[in-house]
Every structure is written in C-alpha cells, then in structure tokens.
C-alpha cells in the first residue's frame, strides 16, 4: 500500500561516523561501517546514465565511480550515488544522491511517476538530493584524495561548492579541484588545505550564494594564502558552462 512503499528501509550505504581527537589536535572523522569501493560499486551502475544525460562523459564518471542505484529496498533507490572518499581514497565516508526523477507536481517530492505520492510525512524522503546518516559535508573535500598530487606540484588548489563542477573541470584538465559541499568552510576542510601544500586558492563560486563562499574562505585564509576569486560571468555555476568556456576562465587564473 501507499504508506508501506513509501517507508524508510535499513540504511545499508550509509556510514556511521565518530568523531575523535587525534595527539595533534585535529578533528578525525571514523567509519564505525567500513564501506570499500567494491561493496559500493557492486550495488550501483556505473556509469550513471542519469549524468551522463546531464552531459557528463562515461570516463569521468567511471573515474568517480558514480552510478544510479536501482535496488529497490536501498535508501539511496532511484537515484545517482556520488561516493565520498576519505583523504586516503581508500574508504568511503559516505554518499551523497541525486533523484534521477523529476519533481512531482503534486506532491513536490522527486519520486517514480509511476508510482502513488507518499503521504505528506514521507515527501521530505523524495528530496532532490540525499545525503547518508551522519555525513558531516564540513569535515570532507570532495575529490582530496585524487587532487593532492595535483595541488602539491601547481601549488594550487581550486574551491568549488559542487561534485559536477569538479567533474567539469577534471574534464577541463584542471586536476586540483575539490568541492567543498556548500557556501561554508569548516575547520578540518581548512586543515586539510593547510595539510595540501598549496600556496594560491582559486574560488570558481556558483552566481547565486558564491559569494558566501569566498567571505569565508577569505576570513580564515587571507593571512596564509593568496586567494583568487574572480566574480561569477556564468549564469549558474561553472558545472553548467561548456568546456571551453572553463578554460577561458581557470586558465587566466592557474
């Protein structure tokens, strides 16, 4: 029935994370459920033919390991799984989604048209993006693990608020992207860019609420780094705009 469809089941991607105090002070983020890239990738098609409808191309989502997840029963069922790896690369701290289907005109959720509208305490479920139990987007840069090399031998690194712009920009050659889940900086993301060897900070902000971005960035690293923060020329964020167009744009700064 309506209600029974629509109930939340056992979350099984999602990740517990604790935290902890390291001898150096800083804060470390445990998996209590240690998720490897196999046990994700065997419950997901990769590639996501969701974003690759979006424009993305089959490598760079292979290379991401993002897939739609069509398990019916999985908390993440309908939609695109973007796996959040550990700076090491070798766990995955936790997932982010985003429903492949559109918004219901009735409801407002983002669920199979095919199936009934949950009952108004489900919608918040059916939400254009989902995130796994406990995620803290503060305390993760999206991407670390691949761009670490990459910022420690340009002695740069790029700021981006989204997963898609730093496929677009891996896609551009621009190696040394990471995203930062939101307009806000968090104290272990500012160890880790402290820890990344980087010398110039490169904010590419999104044209609505970038700007947030860059005011705290700036308030915790004017001091340490020079920052380059061009004003946004595009009309959403630079996920949007078409590869030569990004590297008009980063290749002025990098």
């Not at 272990?188 to 947030?212: C, F, M, P, T, W």
């Not at 860059?214 to 020079?226: I, K, P």
Request: include cysteine.
């Amino acid at each position: 029935n309506q209600l029974e469809d629509y109930t939340p089941k056992e979350i099984t991607l999602d990740t517990v994370l604790t935290k902890n105090i390291n001898a150096n002070k800083e804060i470390v983020f445990k998996n209590d459920l240690e998720i490897t890239p196999e046990v994700l990738k065997s419950q997901l098609d990769i590639p996501s033919k969701y974003f690759l409808t979006r424009g993305f191309s089959k490598e760079t989502l292979e290379h991401f390991d993002v897939g739609d997840c069509f398990n019916n029963g999985k908390p993440m069922y309908g939609r695109a799984v973007v796996p959040i790896y550990n700076s090491d690369g070798d766990k995955i701290v936790a997932c982010t989604g985003r429903s492949v289907f559109v918004q219901c005109n009735l409801c407002g959720g983002y669920h199979d048209p095919k199936r009934m509208c949950p009952t108004i305490d489900f919608v918040r479920f059916y939400s254009k993006w989902k995130h796994s139990k406990d995620f803290r987007p503060t305390a993760q840069l999206y991407n670390y693990n691949n761009a670490l090399p990459h910022i420690r031998q340009s002695g740069k690194i790029i700021l981006v608020e989204g997963c898609g712009s730093v496929w677009k920009l891996y896609e551009a050659g621009f190696l040394m992207a990471v995203g930062t889940f939101g307009v806000n900086l968090g104290k272990n993301q500012k160890r880790l860019i402290d820890k990344s060897g980087a010398r110039d900070i490169v904010i590419l902000r999104d044209y609505k609420e970038g700007h947030r971005l860059v005011e705290n960035v700036v308030e915790q690293c004017q001091n340490q780094y020079n920052i380059l923060a061009p004003p946004a020329t595009y009309n959403d964020d630079i996920g949007e705009c078409e590869i030569s167009q990004i590297k008009d744009i980063v290749g002025k700064l990098i």
